[in-house]
């Protein structure tokens, strides 16, 4: 009798044992797809910043090409001009426009 009581005794520790680790492995199941939940919502937020990024570009892009383009202009109208008046104004439009390359 003692014997059967430590048979069902050892049953249902082992059976206990089983049902703790099935459970356990559930926890930690669950846990890795909140996981990755979180890491795709994170990945959805980066791509969806994208768009915002490429426009910013875009603009910045188009302020450095005017720039460049404004430099490029004083530039030509200091080497061409001629005079000490026309010299000076060129020079004075050169150096904002350099200015205004250097923030850049």
């Given at each position: 009798m003692i014997m059967l009581g430590v048979i069902v005794a050892i049953v249902v520790l082992v059976l206990l044992w089983i049902m703790a680790t099935y459970n356990g492995l559930i926890v930690l199941r669950t846990r890795v797809e909140e996981a990755w939940a979180d890491i795709e919502v994170q990945l959805k937020r980066r791509y969806d910043l994208i768009p915002n990024l490429v426009s910013t570009v875009k603009g910045y892009a188009t302020h450095e090409k005017d720039?460049?383009?404004?430099?490029?202009?004083?530039r030509s109208a200091a080497m061409g001009a001629t005079g000490l008046a026309d010299k000076a104004q060129a020079e004075n439009m050169l150096?904002?426009?350099l200015k205004s390359l250097f923030a850049v």
């Open positions: 720039v460049f383009e404004n430099v490029t202009k004083a150096s904002s426009t």
